[in-house]
């Protein structure tokens, strides 16, 4: 399973926004292409549309959840809450580790900002100052030990 927490970390380097990386490197797990994935997963990145809201990494952690324990009946209110309880401790998880679930706390950004948030370039200075990559690995951690545990 280490290696799953590597193909996460490479792929946030190869450019892949934290979501992406997160949940690409566990889809196949599940019956979905690399693309597939990247796909679900684009519009959560930086903080779901770079909104700085719910860490991106953290969103893909919650998908991969779903792909694990999610329900497709409609009714299904035991289904339900089983995913959305094992969502909450993930969640707990992650900011237990992390100081947040926040994406615009984790990159240290003021509130409220009068411009949006722009894109840099991955250059080695961005990887300095951004949590990013460690966001992506404790995510792709906090799976692989939740399956660990439970015999996945």
Do not use: H
Not at 35 to 49: N, T, V
């Amino acid at each position: 399973m280490e290696e799953r927490i590597e193909l996460a970390v490479s792929l946030f380097k190869e450019g892949y926004n934290c979501s992406q990386s997160v949940v690409a490197a566990f889809a196949d797990m599940y019956g979905f292409t690399r693309e597939q994935a990247l796909k679900m997963a684009a519009s959560f990145g930086g903080g779901i549309g770079r909104m700085r809201q719910t860490c991106g990494a953290a969103c893909g952690l919650f998908m991969i959840a779903g792909l694990e324990t999610g329900c497709t009946e409609g009714r299904n209110s035991e289904g339900k809450e089983a995913n959305y309880k094992l969502v909450q401790k993930l969640a707990a998880e992650f900011e237990k580790r992390n100081g947040s679930l926040i994406c615009g706390e984790l990159l240290g950004l003021v509130k409220n900002s009068p411009t949006p948030p722009t894109p840099e370039a991955r250059t080695a200075e961005y990887y300095k100052k951004r949590p990013c990559v460690k966001m992506v690995e404790e995510a792709a951690i906090i799976w692989v030990e939740y399956m660990q545990k439970n015999d996945k």
